[in-house]
């Protein structure tokens, strides 16, 4: 049988000599301790650890970075900003959002207007709340409506309008203010002309067309 044999060999110094001087690198070569040997590991023990990686970026989608944080920035901005003092406190927290809050009470107003079309309840109680939600929708839509007008007095008011306008989910409640106005009309506890109805009709269908044409050219386009 063929014996096995070690390649492993000592380490021999090296010595090299360049213009009769000896070489810088070959001497701290030499000074190395040999691996494996106690002085090695203790050398190895003594280096410093390594240096933490750096964080990671924290991923944020475009739309997240170019939409929602100059909203945030803005909203930071007008309540530090000691120059719009003249906004009223609401004027200046107020949301478009708000439009909501009419909607679900117009809402609620058509519902009972139907329900008393259909003869399952009571008339008189139907009208009591008809006219309850009527009224609450109509209040809170001029209120939310009269706040976006003061805010529109400041030009750090009229930036963050124009920030919710470029928002991909609260662009929709620009929608708010003549949808509102078709349930205020459809849902009235008291009669309404033809003429006014078809007027209305005309004013929210062309207000719809054109907010509706302006976000399908933002989705395909931008």
């Not at 213009?19 to 106690?38: I, L, V």
């Not at 090695?40 to 944020?60: A, D, G, K, V, Y």
């Amino acid at each position: 049988a063929r014996p096995i044999v070690s390649h492993t060999r000592r380490r021999e110094p090296i010595l090299h000599v360049m213009n009769g001087e000896p070489d810088a690198y070959a001497a701290a070569e030499e000074d190395q301790p040999e691996m494996g040997t106690a002085a090695h590991r203790e050398s190895i023990e003594s280096l410093p650890p390594p240096p933490p990686p750096p964080p990671r970026p924290r991923q944020t989608s475009t739309l997240t970075s170019s939409v929602t944080l100059p909203l945030q920035q803005a909203t930071v901005a007008i309540n530090n900003n000691n120059s719009n003092s003249n906004l009223l406190p609401l004027a200046k927290r107020i949301p478009n959002t708000a439009f909501g809050i009419s909607m679900g009470l117009g809402g609620n107003a058509l519902t009972w207007t139907n329900l008393r079309a259909t003869e399952l309840i009571a008339q008189q109680p139907g009208i009591i709340l008809q006219g309850i939600f009527w009224l609450l929708s109509l209040v809170t839509g001029l209120g939310v409506s009269a706040c976006f007008l003061v805010k529109c007095r400041s030009q750090l008011g009229r930036d963050i309008i124009r920030e919710e306008w470029r928002h991909p989910a609260r662009v929709h409640f620009f929608h708010g203010p003549h949808l509102i106005t078709i349930m205020l009309t459809l849902s009235a506890p008291f009669p309404v002309s033809r003429v006014a109805l078809q007027a209305l009709w005309t004013i929210t269908a062309i207000s719809q067309t054109a907010i509706a044409l302006s976000i399908y050219e933002r989705w395909m386009f931008d």
